[in-house]
T-cell receptor
Framework: NAGVTQTPKFRILKIGQSMTLQCAQD?????MYWYRQDPGMGLKLIYY?????ITDKGEVPNGYNVSRSTTEDFPLRLELAAPSQTSVYFC??????WGSGSYEQYFGPGTRLTVT | LAKTTQPISMDSYEGQEVNITCSHN???????ITWYQQFPSQGPRFIIQ???TKVTNEVASLFIPADRKSSTLSLPRVSLSDTAVYYC???????????FGTGTRLQVTL
């Protein structure tokens, strides 16, 4: 049981390039989340998904896109990378929805992205 | 989610009990209180959640007074490996409002 896995671990992008951050979980969780964490700050929600085919925006969705074609995978797409997107990106999953009485999310190891 | 206030940082010696208090004056009736721990270069890890009174697990205890306007995470006999950032989250709202604040940076030394 690998939990939540993310690839790549590190990436450097040039301004204007695009890339996809991969996230997969093997716990059969319906709910998945993408966060970004800037240096010395807390985590901010980018997008989340309540199941295959269903996604919704979080607090900071601009500049990102997501899709959820399977229960296991939740990739995050960056189009036209900008220096402001330099951050650490965390993917998470949970068995139940936030607000249902259980608030336990399982996080991946993160992807450190630098845009120059 | 309800707004929360935590100390920015705390220091402790190994073997001591550490209590981190979180203020949440605007907590709603159906809000739960949740704590996460984050080590450097790792994603946050769920520690404990509670609604009222006291909750205890193998890692920590969570104390919630009757008015629920604050809560205290208690870590018994901390070790160097407990050095981390601790986040308090309060809310039962939708996931779209999820935000981890800056948390409390706990430094444990010998």
């Amino acid at each position: 049981n690998a939990g939540v896995t993310q690839t790549p671990k590190f990436r450097i992008l040039k301004i204007g390039q695009s890339m996809t951050l991969q996230c997969a979980q093997d716990m059969n969780h319906n709910y998945m989340y993408w966060y970004r964490q800037d240096p010395g700050m807390g985590l901010k929600l980018i997008y989340y998904s309540v199941g295959a085919g269903i996604t919704d925006k979080g607090e900071v969705p601009n500049g990102y896109n997501v899709s959820r074609s399977t229960t296991e995978d939740f990739p995050l797409r960056l189009e036209l990378a900008a220096p402001s997107q330099t951050s650490v990106y965390f993917c998470a999953s949970s068995y139940s929805s936030w607000g249902s009485g259980s608030y336990e999310q399982y996080f991946g190891p993160g992807t450190r992205l630098t845009v120059t | 989610l309800a707004k929360t206030t935590q100390p920015i940082s705390m220091d402790s010696y190994e073997g001591q009990e550490v209590n981190i208090t979180c203020s949440h004056n605007n907590i709603a009736t159906n809000d739960y209180i949740t704590w996460y721990q984050q080590f450097p270069s790792q994603g946050p890890r769920f520690i404990i959640q509670g609604y009222k009174t006291k909750v205890t697990n193998e890692v920590a205890s969570l104390f919630i007074p009757a008015d629920r306007k604050s809560s205290t995470l208690s870590l018994p006999r901390v070790s160097l490996s407990d050095t981390a950032v601790y986040y308090c989250l309060v809310g039962a709202g939708t996931a779209s409002k999820l935000t981890f604040g800056t948390g409390t940076r706990l430094q444990v030394t010998l």
